[in-house]
């Protein structure tokens, strides 16, 4: 993000706003490891709210797409440390497709600290807070996410390479038509 | 539409010291499909449960959220609640107000928005759960121990003494396993075979055990309770009803074998019963090396046996059964050495031994009759070098980790020789001394007494000069290089899985680590459980032991399957995923992904647009399922859900909280 | 013989014998620059079938609703023939169902402008993967344009850049799907898209609800695509839908080695339906 | 014809004259082409990669890339085991990964890709068609040669850099030393480091380091020993008599073990004076024990024929005798068969007499 665009988005930021992130934790590892941190009465900001899932294998990519689309400004996902994984092999395959699909998100341009995963033990109630405050602050550097939801009744950029729709045969190639 | 009831907890001053509580009940009251709201200073309390339980019945409540503590702590306790109301115990949800609200935020304002955005959250997704209900799965009270060594044996023994029927498998001829092929044991060098041959006569003859020599698991299906088991006894070419165990054959047969035994030390017959104490005290015929079974030619033993016991024609037997528990007691073996060092040779040198044959050579009934002699001339070695950690923490060539038993079973070989060839001289080679164990430091100090000599280095280089070997290597702590001139020299390699165990575990959906050894549950707290449900663990299958921990862990095991086959039935787990068979495609990704091979695909008819059609589909065993829902996310269909975490509810969740 | 000869006089054989109940090829169009899928079932159409470089539909995906009437014979390029084996491991078919007239291709030529067509110009695999039998040879492979030169172009362009690109995408995608019905790895028996679930997909066609399809289709396809780029070549819109598959195709070789989707029948699981201890590790 | 680009190494035209002379020889007898790289420069050797990591792998790089570029197609052979070990190592320090690659180009200003294999004489020779060259060559077999095959530490490690199956009993000398008649003997210290590094600087260390392999090859019945690296000839060549002085001061038999290149034998072997492969120029006497052998070998040879005669004598006397047996028993058969027929035909007669 170029400088001038940086002040641009600073300066769209409404007042009061805070950074809403919602964080998928697997039942036996991060969501344990955030209740110690309860427990402990440690301290984090509340932009973040958790939502429980068993896995993180059972982390499916859509539910990341609808937040964000939803109007979430980030994403974290949390699972047990590779190796841990209460159902053996979950974590294994959730760090491929995250992978991947981290990736994606980026390429399609999202800002790469908007979408996170972090492997969190039970015990590591320290890890869950220093999480959650290094993922708020990074997003509220970020500034709100705001991703178009309706067509804009502007004109859009056109597609670099895309050619224009239905377009008449071009001169240069002679139809010839097929005697019957 | 729903009627859910929700009930916010203050928890004394727990919750409600940060989250202003009647805000958040008032914020509850509007939304839809919420019917009810109280909130109570304890709910988990007497009075506070007997209030939810009067509130469902008044309201007619047909789904709870509770605002309260995290539901880790109490999901239970409300689940338990529920089921002596109409409302279905799985039609609850728990916002976490306390451990990831209340307690980690010191604004009210800001604590309280959360509190509202997590009961919104459980009130989205409470509004579209559906009743679940656990099966009840029946228990076969017989248990299955796979491996006949001293792990398998005593767990067999307790599983049979607390009256349930247990069947052994061993893959070899006979019980015992590797610790009947050993002299002495550490540190009261008691005679291994004295306190071992007991065990495994009492196996024999105990009337709740079965045991399966010379047989391997073939198959397996089911789950917990019902584990359908088949078994490959394979040929032994003699009737066991008949044979005697007289032994007259094995005097006659003409057939001469390496002896794997005796670590191939001496040699044995075709027909052969792998050492005099065998359990069974029968025979089997070696089908690869039997002259009669490979030329045709010569039926000796058949004309000597006084009871007409060998069958030529004798084949594999399969029988299946169904298990309710099962215990891997699968054991190890050491590792080859051999292509890994050939630095030290490679196998080159007759005279460089590993520890197991060492200890055929000190035991009187081994191969030498208990004289130390050096393989390659039957002399006396008057000098030994024994080199600790090879294979063992030396993850460039071998194993990263500690194999535990060596450093005892070298000091016991270093006592042993030194014991029996008094003006030798025993050089140990060592890394580190670990000896934590009841009387083992003790033993190590005696041995020392006894005039071994420890030189902390790893060896870089055994050559032969003479009918000498060189050993080059390096004394760290006084930074000099040693050369040590021995006759013999005894290699304490590594213990690593048995061969098979990688298919064998793969049967059973049991985890492996990276070095094959079978994973428990968790390491600390579930060590002889795996992770499949009914399936436990004993001795070194599940890493390096020595034998007091393999007996402890047997017992152990034990105990969890005695628990197991005490109970008449199993509750199931509803929470488990299920297969939407109309949007199925059978495709199989789901197949591949359950780490407990608890889905298959099978062929199912279907009346499809007035037509009969035959298709694949997933199946689901409610048996096997453990609800970790990763089959769900590789369905692109959405045929296949996990109940209690659905796609539906938690989009609804995502959305709900949106909308903060 | 030409291959288009060996074709007609296969075809003419399959049905009279009754070893096919129908047949899969392309017929002239209108025009010479041009043809369209043909399926018959009466030998005597077997004379309609033509082979020439103007075939540019690939032909897997017709397959999956003729099987329920009977044996189906169809001619593969490389294209078709890893679509019938995406097919066959996705369970839509069975091997039998299919009998296949193996023919090399060299690359078709897009009517419009008379040069080769784009995804022909990316192609690895020229001649088919299975076939029963090959009418003409194979064709000899050039080289083929680096398939993921578009996908680094992408990732040149600046993070804003970027966004605004896929979105300008997102907001002229019309929802059609003709993208999912045309590929071969879109084989639901009922697409996400066309559920009725609460909360599942909307139904909208705006930017929000066309990059969650957009997303969710590039993740459910990823990687089992057989890159045969016909999404991108129907979309009526001319999205450029082959730079997001390539680039889970790119990241998937980049990050767990070298791999090709549906390039025999016994090929192992998907990368992201299996995994590695030894993975990469980027969350710690 | 087998063609490669020739990497000499700086000891080619010094300490290891005999070997690039026999080398020379060798591959023109069997047809190798040896191209040598234009400009090359000094492989940096182990004094490179402690001045920098960097110069370690950027100085055989650039040799590589003039290779690369000057004789495109053409695999690198250094003789020098220690000029190989540099160049592999920066060959896979190149080849493991883009990045890498870039770093070198940088560094060596030039273009550079790694296409060009490293090789090792041993690999050249050792290859199936060489092989069968060399074994059509061989005009004298240097029969009752006991040779110890020595590799020396850098052609083989590390390892995984030079791929070697075999690190600690390579046998591409010894079946090299077969196919030309000498006797390969098993030894331990085929690739034991020979301390050349440390011969300046700790020579106590360093010392019996070279004695021992001295020693081993001895205690295996070994004549000679045979090396493919010029630092390790060089060094055990060299400090010979030195370590004889002073195990005869300990009261020691000293040693009487020569040493060679392994292509000053091969070339032998083709019928090369040792002269003219460079073995008039060792510092230990090695010529003694050639002739000795060659002597040893006539001698064999010569109670090899007069056995073999003998053995051809006794074949023919029992041959004669077995004939002369087999024309006996012959004879006796035909005369028992004359006989019987004789009497069955009496009796006729007799018959016929009677009637």
């Given at each position: 993000?170029s400088?001038?665009?940086t002040?641009e988005?600073?300066a769209?930021?409404?007042?009061n706003?805070?950074?809403?992130i919602?964080?998928f ?5 991060t969501?344990?490891?955030?209740d110690?941190?309860?427990?402990n009465?440690?301290?984090?900001p509340?932009n973040v709210r958790?939502?429980?899932i ?6 499916n990519?859509?539910y990341v797409?609808e937040a ?6 980030g994403?974290?996902?949390?699972g047990c ?9 979950g974590n294994y395959f959730?760090r ?6 981290k990736?994606?998100?980026e390429?399609e341009?999202?800002e790469p600290d908007r979408f ?8 590591e109630a320290?890890k869950f807070?220093?999480?959650?405050m290094?993922?708020?602050e990074?997003v509220?550097a970020?500034?709100p996410?705001n991703?178009?939801r309706?067509i804009?009744?502007?004109?859009l950029p ?15 190639v002679v139809?010839e038509e097929?005697?019957a | 539409m ?5 009930f916010l907890?203050?928890?004394g ?5 940060t989250v202003?509580v ?9 939304l ?7 909130t109570?200073?304890y709910?988990c ?5 007997e209030?939810v339980?009067n509130a469902?019945i008044e ?6 959220v509770?605002?309260?503590c995290s539901?880790r702590?109490h999901e239970p306790?409300w ?7 109409p ?7 728990v916002?976490n107000?306390?451990?990831?609200c ?16 997590l009961?919104k959250m459980?009130?989205a997704?409470?509004a579209?759960?559906q009743p679940l ?6 228990v076969?009270?017989k248990?299955l121990v796979?491996?006949?060594g001293?792990?398998?044996m005593?767990?067999?023994?307790d ?6 029927q247990?069947?052994?498998?061993e893959?070899?001829?006979s019980?015992?396993g590797k610790m ?7 540190p009261?060098?008691d005679c ?8 495994m006569?009492e ?5 709740n055990?079965t045991v399966?020599?010379y047989?391997e698991?073939e198959?397996?299906s ?9 078994i ?8 066991y009803?008949?044979?005697?165990g ?7 047969c003409?057939a ?11 040699q ?7 050492f005099p104490q065998a359990?069974p ?5 070696d089908a690869?090396?039997c002259?009669?079974l490979?030329t045709g030619?010569?039926?000796?033993c058949?004309?000597?046996c006084p009871t007409?016991?060998?069958n030529y024609?004798d ?9 309710g528990?099962?215990?891997f007691a699968t054991?190890?073996k050491?590792?080859?050495?051999k292509?890994l060092y050939?630095e030290?040779?490679?196998g ?8 197991l044959?060492?200890e055929r050579?000190?035991?009187a ?6 004289h130390?002699?050096r393989?390659s001339?039957?002399t ?6 024994i080199i600790?950690?090879v294979g063992?923490r030396?993850?460039?060539k071998g194993?990263a980790?500690c194999?535990?038993?060596?450093c005892?079973y070298?000091?016991k070989?270093?006592h ?5 060839v008094p003006?030798g ?14 009387g083992y ?7 020392l007494?006894?005039?071994a000599?420890?030189i902390?280095g790893r060896?870089?280089k055994i050559y032969?000069?003479?009918d ?6 390096e ?5 000099s290089q040693v050369?040590?001139s021995?006759d013999?020299?005894?290699l304490e390699t590594?213990m690593?899985?048995?061969d098979?165990?990688d298919?064998?575990?793969?049967k059973?959906?049991?985890g ?10 968790h390491?600390k ?8 449900a ?6 070194t299958?599940?890493?390096?032991k020595d034998?007091?921990?393999s007996v402890?862990?047997?017992?152990a095991?034990?105990s969890?399957?005695?628990g197991l086959?005490?109970k008449d039935a199993?509750?199931?787990n509803p929470?488990i995923s299920?297969v939407n068979e109309?949007?199925c ?6 197949v591949n992904?359950?780490?407990?091979g ?6 199912k ?6 037509r009969k059609?035959?298709?694949p589909v997933?199946?689901?065993?409610p048996?096997?399922?453990?609800g970790?829902g990763a089959?769900t996310?590789t369905?692109?269909a ?6 209690g975490y659905t796609n539906?509810?938690?989009m609804r969740?995502v ?6 | 013989m030409?291959a288009?000869d060996?074709i ?9 014998s009754?070893?096919?109940?129908s047949?899969v090829?392309w017929?002239?169009?209108?025009f010479?620059n041009?043809t369209?899928p043909?399926i018959?079932s009466?030998?005597a159409?077997?004379?309609k079938?033509?082979?020439?470089e103007?075939c540019?539909n690939t032909?897997a995906k017709?397959?999956?609703?003729l099987?329920?009437r009977?044996?189906?014979g169809l001619?593969?390029r490389?294209?078709?023939s890893?679509?019938?084996v ?5 369970q ?5 169902d299919?009998?296949l007239?193996g ?10 402008s008379?040069?080769p067509?784009k995804?022909c110009?990316e ?6 993967v ?17 398939r993921?030169?578009?996908v680094r172009?992408?990732e040149?362009?600046a ?6 690109y896929?979105?300008?995408i997102y907001?002229?995608c019309?929802?059609?799907?003709a993208?999912r ?7 639901c028996?009922?697409c996400?898209?066309d559920?009725r679930r609460?909360?599942?997909v909307?139904k ?9 399809y957009?997303?969710?289709?590039v993740?459910?396809?990823g990687?089992?695509?057989i ?10 819109m ?10 889970v195709?790119?990241?998937?070789n ?8 549906s390039?025999?029948?016994d090929?192992g699981?998907?990368p992201l339906i ?11 | 014809m087998?063609?490669?680009?020739y990497f000499p190494?700086c000891?080619?035209?010094t300490?290891?004259?005999?070997f690039t002379?026999?080398?020379a020889?060798v591959?023109?007898k069997?047809g190798?082409?040896l191209?040598?790289?234009p400009?090359w ?6 004094a ?5 990591p ?9 040799s590589?890339a003039?290779?690369?570029r000057?004789?495109?197609g053409?695999?690198?052979?250094a003789p020098c ?9 920066s060959?896979a320090?190149?080849?493991e990964?883009?990045e890498n690659r870039?770093?070198?180009?940088k560094?060596i200003?030039?273009p550079y890709e ?6 090792t004489?041993?690999?050249v020779?050792?290859t ?7 074994a059509?060559?061989?005009q ?12 020396g ?5 590390p390892a995984d850099v030079?791929e070697?199956?075999?690190?600690e009993?390579p046998?591409e000398?010894?079946d090299l030393?077969?196919l030309i ?5 098993d ?5 034991e480091c020979c301390?050349?590094?440390?011969q ?8 019996p380091?070279?004695e021992?392999i ?5 205690a ?8 493919s690296?010029?630092?390790?000839m060089?060094?055990?060549d ?6 004889n002085r002073?195990r005869?001061a300990?009261?020691?038999e000293?040693?009487?073990i020569p040493?060679?290149?392994f292509?000053e034998?091969?070339?032998l072997?083709?019928g090369?004076?040792?002269d003219e492969?460079g073995i008039?120029?060792h510092?230990?006497p090695a ?11 006539l001698?064999?040879?010569?109670a090899?024929n ?13 041959a004669?005798?077995i004939a002369?047996?087999?024309?006996e028993?012959?004879?006796k058969e ?5 006989a ?5 035909a009496q009796?006729e ?7």
């Amino acid at each position: 993000m170029s400088v001038v665009e940086t002040n641009e988005a600073a300066a769209q930021v409404p007042e009061n706003w805070e950074p809403k992130i919602i964080a998928f934790c697997c039942h036996w590892c991060t969501y344990t490891g955030a209740d110690l941190a309860g427990l402990n009465r440690m301290n984090y900001p509340a932009n973040v709210r958790v939502l429980r899932i068993p896995c993180s294998g059972r982390m499916n990519p859509q539910y990341v797409i609808e937040a964000l689309n939803k109007g979430c400004d980030g994403v974290l996902v949390c699972g047990c440390h590779p190796g841990d994984c209460h159902y053996v092999t979950g974590n294994y395959f959730a760090r491929r497709r995250m992978m991947i699909f981290k990736r994606l998100l980026e390429y399609e341009g999202l800002e790469p600290d908007r979408f996170q995963v972090r492997w969190i033990s039970g015990a590591e109630a320290g890890k869950f807070r220093d999480t959650v405050m290094s993922v708020v602050e990074q997003v509220r550097a970020l500034g709100p996410l705001n991703l178009t939801r309706e067509i804009p009744y502007f004109e859009l950029p056109a597609v670099p390479d895309g050619e224009e729709a239905f377009d008449a045969v071009p001169e240069e190639v002679v139809p010839e038509e097929v005697s019957a | 539409m729903s009627r859910i009831g929700v009930f916010l907890c203050y928890c004394g001053s727990n919750i409600a010291g940060t989250v202003d509580v009647e805000a958040v009940a008032e914020m509850a009251r509007s939304l839809p499909e919420v019917v009810y709201v109280e909130t109570n200073k304890y709910t988990c309390s007497d009075p506070g449960q007997e209030g939810v339980k009067n509130a469902i019945i008044e309201k007619g409540i047909d789904r709870v959220v509770v605002g309260a503590c995290s539901p880790r702590m109490h999901e239970p306790t409300w689940r338990k609640l529920l089921a002596d109301t109409p409302v279905n115990p799985y039609m609850l949800e728990v916002a976490n107000l306390r451990e990831q609200c209340s307690w980690v935020h010191k604004d009210r304002e800001v604590a309280t928005a959360k509190a509202i955005d997590l009961v919104k959250m459980a009130v989205a997704k409470v509004a579209r759960l559906q009743p679940l209900h656990s099966i009840e799965i029946p228990v076969h009270k017989k248990a299955l121990v796979i491996g006949g060594g001293i792990a398998g044996m005593q767990t067999a023994l307790d599983i049979a003494d607390a009256g349930f029927q247990v069947t052994i498998v061993e893959r070899e001829t006979s019980l015992g396993g590797k610790m009947v092929m050993l002299d002495k044991t550490f540190p009261t060098m008691d005679c291994s075979a004295c306190i071992c041959t007991p065990k495994m006569s009492e196996v024999g003859n105990h009337p709740n055990i079965t045991v399966k020599s010379y047989s391997e698991v073939e198959n397996v299906s089911g789950y917990i309770g019902n584990f359908e088991v088949t078994i490959r006894e394979k040929a032994k070419f003699i009737d066991y009803n008949l044979c005697t165990g007289c032994g007259a054959c094995e005097t006659k047969c003409p057939a001469k074998v390496t002896n794997a035994f005796e670590q191939g030390m001496s040699q044995r017959t075709a027909i052969y019963k792998m050492f005099p104490q065998a359990v069974p005290a029968k025979p089997v015929i070696d089908a690869e090396h039997c002259l009669k079974l490979t030329t045709g030619k010569c039926g000796v033993c058949s004309k000597v046996c006084p009871t007409g016991a060998i069958n030529y024609e004798d084949e594999d037997k399969l029988t299946t059964e169904t298990y309710g528990a099962v215990v891997f007691a699968t054991g190890y073996k050491l590792i080859d050495w051999k292509p890994l060092y050939p630095e030290y040779g490679g196998g080159k040198y007759e005279d460089v031994i590993t520890g197991l044959q060492f200890e055929r050579l000190v035991n009187a009934s081994g191969p030498t009759e208990g004289h130390v002699l050096r393989p390659s001339d039957r002399t006396e070695p008057k000098s030994v070098v024994i080199i600790k950690c090879v294979g063992s923490r030396d993850p460039n060539k071998g194993k990263a980790y500690c194999s535990r038993a060596c450093c005892m079973y070298s000091a016991k070989h270093a006592h042993q020789y030194l014991d029996k060839v008094p003006d030798g001289k025993c050089y140990v080679f060592y890394m580190d001394v670990r000896t934590p164990g009841k009387g083992y430091d003790e033993f190590y100090m005696n041995t020392l007494h006894d005039g071994a000599q420890y030189i902390r280095g790893r060896v870089s280089k055994i050559y032969k000069e003479g009918d000498k070997l060189i050993c080059k290597g390096e004394d760290t702590l006084t930074s000099s290089q040693v050369t040590v001139s021995a006759d013999m020299v005894v290699l304490e390699t590594a213990m690593v899985p048995a061969d098979g165990i990688d298919e064998l575990a793969a049967k059973f959906t049991v985890g492996r680590d990276a070095d094959s050894w079978l994973v428990e549950a968790h390491a600390k707290l579930r060590p002889v459980e795996t992770n499949t449900a009914g399936i436990y663990l004993a001795g070194t299958c599940q890493g390096p032991k020595d034998i007091p921990d393999s007996v402890c862990q047997a017992g152990a095991a034990a105990s969890k399957v005695i628990g197991l086959l005490n109970k008449d039935a199993l509750q199931s787990n509803p929470q488990i995923s299920r297969v939407n068979e109309t949007l199925c495609q059978g495709d199989g990704a789901c197949v591949n992904i359950c780490p407990y091979g608890a889905i298959s695909i099978v062929e199912k008819q279907f009346r499809e647009n007035s037509r009969k059609v035959v298709r694949p589909v997933a199946q689901v065993n409610p048996g096997l399922c453990q609800g970790c829902g990763a089959c769900t996310v590789t369905c692109r269909a959405g045929a296949m859900d996990l109940l209690g975490y659905t796609n539906e509810s938690i989009m609804r969740e995502v959305d709900a909280l949106c909308q903060w | 013989m030409t291959a288009q000869d060996t074709i007609r006089a296969r075809a003419r054989e399959l049905l009279e014998s009754g070893e096919v109940a129908s047949f899969v090829g392309w017929e002239a169009g209108r025009f010479a620059n041009q043809t369209t899928p043909l399926i018959i079932s009466d030998p005597a159409d077997a004379d309609k079938l033509v082979f020439n470089e103007y075939c540019v539909n690939t032909l897997a995906k017709y397959v999956r609703d003729l099987v329920p009437r009977g044996k189906v014979g169809l001619v593969v390029r490389g294209c078709d023939s890893r679509g019938i084996v995406r097919l066959i491991v996705d369970q839509v078919i069975k091997r039998e169902d299919v009998y296949l007239i193996g023919v090399g291709c060299p690359g078709v030529i897009d009517r419009k402008s008379g040069e080769p067509l784009k995804k022909c110009t990316e192609c690895r695999h020229n001649n088919p993967v299975i076939c029963d039998e090959m009418a003409g040879d194979e064709v000899a492979k050039d080289a083929p344009a680096d398939r993921f030169a578009e996908v680094r172009e992408v990732e040149l362009m600046a993070q804003p850049e970027r966004s605004r690109y896929f979105e300008s995408i997102y907001a002229k995608c019309i929802r059609c799907y003709a993208c999912r019905d045309v590929c071969p790895c879109c084989t639901c028996r009922e697409c996400f898209v066309d559920a009725r679930r609460e909360n599942w997909v909307g139904k909208q066609n705006n930017v929000a609800e066309n990059r969650f399809y957009g997303l969710t289709r590039v993740m459910h396809i990823g990687d089992r695509c057989i890159e045969c780029g016909e999404c991108e070549r129907v979309c009526p819109m001319d999205l450029p839908l082959m730079k997001l598959n390539r680039k889970v195709i790119q990241d998937l070789n980049d990050l767990f080695g070298e791999f090709e989707s549906s390039m025999s029948l016994d090929e192992g699981p998907e990368p992201l339906i299996t995994y590695d201890l030894a993975d990469r590790e980027e969350f710690m | 014809m087998m063609k490669y680009a020739y990497f000499p190494g700086c000891s080619a035209n010094t300490t290891g004259k005999s070997f690039t002379v026999s080398t020379a020889y060798v591959a023109e007898k069997i047809g190798v082409e040896l191209v040598e790289i234009p400009d090359w420069n000094c492989c940096g050797t182990s004094a490179a990669a402690l001045t920098s990591p960097e110069l370690a792998v950027a100085l055989p790089a650039r040799s590589l890339a003039i290779a690369d570029r000057e004789l495109p197609g053409l695999d690198v052979v250094a003789p020098c085991a220690g000029c190989y070990r540099s160049l592999k190592t920066s060959l896979a320090f190149a080849r493991e990964s883009e990045e890498n690659r870039e770093l070198i180009k940088k560094i060596i200003n030039a273009p550079y890709e790694a296409k060009a294999d490293v090789l090792t004489l041993l690999d050249v020779l050792a290859t199936d068609e060489a092989r069968e060259t060399i074994a059509a060559k061989v005009q004298r077999k240097l029969r009752c040669l006991k040779v110890a095959c020595y590799y020396g530490c850098a052609m083989v490690r590390p390892a995984d850099v030079c791929e070697c199956d075999n690190v600690e009993d390579p046998m591409e000398m010894d079946d090299l030393m077969e196919l030309i008649g000498a006797e390969p003997v098993d030894w331990a210290f085929k690739t034991e480091c020979c301390g050349a590094a440390q011969q300046m600087t700790i020579p106590v260390q360093a010392k019996p380091m070279i004695e021992r392999i001295f020693q081993n090859a001895v205690a295996n019945g070994a004549d000679c020993i045979v090396t493919s690296c010029p630092l390790c000839m060089l060094n055990l060549d060299m400090r010979e008599a030195e370590i004889n002085r002073a195990r005869v001061a300990n009261g020691l038999e000293p040693f009487d073990i020569p040493c060679y290149y392994f292509t000053e034998l091969i070339g032998l072997a083709f019928g090369a004076d040792p002269d003219e492969v460079g073995i008039d120029i060792h510092f230990h006497p090695a010529k003694t024990l050639l002739l000795q052998r060659e002597l040893d070998a006539l001698e064999l040879e010569e109670a090899e024929n007069i056995a073999r005669a003998e053995e051809a004598r006794k074949k023919a006397e029992m041959a004669a005798k077995i004939a002369a047996k087999k024309a006996e028993k012959a004879a006796k058969e035909k005369a028992a068969k004359e006989a019987a027929a004789q009497a069955a035909a009496q009796p006729e007669e007799g018959k016929e007499a009677a009637e």
